[in-house]
Structures are given as C-alpha cells and as structure tokens.
C-alpha cells in the first residue's frame, strides 16, 4: 500500500493562485465548486489559503452581482510565475485539462443571473439580468403566480438569455431597417 503524499500549505496556496490565473476572476464559490469537485484541495484548506492570499495582497476583490470575485494582483501573478515550479506538475496539468470549460461555465454565471423572491400578494418577482463588463445589458423584472414557475423562468433564462436578448434587439430595432413611407 503506497500512502499519497498531503500537499503542504505553500503548494495549496500556489495552486489556488493558478487556478485562479487560468480560471479568470470567480466567486469564492465557484473556486470552491472548482476545486473540491475536483478533488484538487478541500474546504478548509480552500479558505483558509484565500485568506491568507487576500491578506498578503496577492488577491483582489472587485464587487459582482455574485458577491465578491477573486482575482490575482500583479503580486500575486509574479509570486506564481516565481515558486509555481514547487506544485507537482501532474497538479498543475490537472487544472490546465479542464480549466477552458469551467472558465466558460463561469463566465455564463457572471453575466446571466436570474434570481426571484416573494411578493406580499403571494406571486413572485422574478429577476433576471445580462451583464458585459459589469454593465446591465439587459434587466427585465417579472411577476410569476407560483414559486414553480419562477424557479423555471430562472433556469431557462441560464440557457436562453443570449437568445432572448438579440430577440428583442432585432425586434425593437426592426423598425430602424423599414423605410418610411
């Protein structure tokens, strides 16, 4: 029986730098969905390593409609590229292979949110927005009668708002393209 050699504070730390570098700026929760469900460090080690690295200024935090998003300072990008070579390869090779669509998935969360709360009547309001760079590009509130119904429109709206979005482009600015008569 070979016993798995424990990854020591340094090489975790190293490792949440990088995950971030290739991972763009996340949430402390999709760094942890990242990481735990991919057995590269647990939730103890994760928190405590993001801490540390905020308070060594090697992170920053910049406000989201998520919450706090994560990414590296310069400090932080030359501490990596100086003492990466400490944290095993195969750790490093691990994150490269699925990073690209992970960072994908991200991406989608930081610019469609759709969330809903209760009204005082009883129906629910649902909101759902379209970031780019932090801007709205889109934000519409609906009123929806069941909860059902709103948790529906919320996750459709994950897959469909680039759709809707250019739908309603094409059909507010149709008019732009008809000649007067």
Not at 106 to 116: I, P, S
Not at 126 to 140: A, G, K, N, P, T
Not at 153 to 167: L, M, P, R, S, T
Request: aromatic share 8%; net charge neutral; hydrophobic share 40%.
């Amino acid at each position: 029986m070979t016993m798995q050699r424990r990854p020591t504070d340094i090489e975790n730390k190293l490792l949440l730098l990088y995950a971030i570098d290739r991972l763009g700026a996340v949430t402390a929760q999709q760094l942890l969905l990242f990481m735990v469900e991919n057995d590269f460090m647990g939730y103890i080690s994760l928190q405590l390593g993001l801490a540390e690295l905020d308070e060594a200024g090697l992170l920053r935090k910049q406000k989201h409609a998520l919450g706090t998003l994560y990414a590296l300072t310069g400090k932080g990008r030359d501490a990596l590229s100086m003492f990466q070579r400490r944290v095993p390869h195969s750790r490093l090779s691990g994150i490269d292979e699925i990073a690209g669509d992970w960072r994908l998935r991200f991406r989608r969360e930081k610019q469609m949110l759709a969330d809903f709360q209760k009204k005082e009547n009883g129906e629910y309001l649902v909101r759902l927005r379209l970031l780019e760079r932090e801007e709205h590009l889109l934000d519409l509130k609906l009123s929806v009668p069941t909860h059902d119904q709103a948790q529906r429109f919320c996750d459709a709206w994950i897959e469909q708002a680039a759709g809707i979005y250019a739908h309603i482009m094409r059909a507010l600015g149709e008019d732009e393209k008809k000649p007067e008569k």
